[in-house]
């Protein structure tokens, strides 16, 4: 069966720490690893990635995939109050349906 | 575009009421999802349409849950009759795959149902 597992399920942080986050997936056919961020809304896209050790980037929030052992990491440097959110990690496999699996989900506080 | 579109945000209802929760996806789309989220779960997926044909049923809960896609720019999903334990918020989302952004879904706002 499918499954993505997220790590650690929750974190508390202040301001200017840097966190990462994990996810660890066993997903047949595997084609993309996707990290959402979730305020008190819906899902929004971060990243998306296809290929190991390719590191993408986007301000603070950098996000890399390791195809060989199965897990990708999110990582967020100089956090600030706004960064506080459910991160979500999900896999799109099974040739092409375009359904994904969505981890649990890390919720991330970040006091002042 | 104006996004995934919901309808209602909320709603309140009592046991035993039909309640329908209304998506129109991102014109252009083949792919339409319909989650549910509480806490103690998480994001669930209940249903998937591809070009307005049902793929994957297996997470509807019951038979008490039952989702259409009359056509590529609206889909429902109804329960008939509620109970308090399908409350929760309920996500449409939309994807097209095949294009440099495959498997990125596009979450519409939720509706957030509560069952008394």
């Known amino acids: 069966e499918d499954k993505v597992v997220q790590s650690p399920l929750s974190l508390v942080v202040h301001e200017g720490d840097t966190v990462t986050l994990n996810c660890s997936y066993e997903?047949?056919?595997?084609?993309?690893l996707l990290w959402y961020k979730q305020e008190k809304k819906a899902p929004t896209f971060l990243f998306m990635l296809t290929s190991s050790g390719i590191e993408k980037k986007s301000g603070r929030l950098s996000s890399i995939l390791d195809k060989k052992e199965l897990f990708s990491i999110l990582n967020i440097t100089a956090t600030q109050t706004g960064d506080s959110a459910v991160y979500l990690c999900a896999v799109g496999g099974s040739s092409n349906t375009g359904k994904l699996i969505f981890g649990q989900g890390t919720t991330l506080q970040v006091k002042p | 575009d104006a996004g995934v579109i919901q309808s209602p945000r909320h709603e309140v209802t009592e046991m035993g009421q039909e309640v329908t929760l209304r998506c129109k996806p991102i014109s252009g789309h083949d792919y339409l999802f319909w989650y549910r989220q509480t806490m103690m779960r998480g994001l669930e997926l209940l249903i998937y349409f591809n070009n307005n044909v049902p793929i994957d049923d297996s997470g509807m809960p019951e038979d008490r849950f039952s989702a259409k896609m009359p056509n590529a720019s609206f889909s429902t999903l109804k329960i008939q009759p509620s109970e308090p334990r399908d409350s929760a918020v309920y996500f449409c989302a939309s994807s097209s795959v095949g294009t440099s952004s495959y498997n990125e879904q596009f979450f519409g706002p939720g509706t957030r149902l509560t069952v008394l």
């Open positions: 997903v047949t056919n595997f084609r993309s």
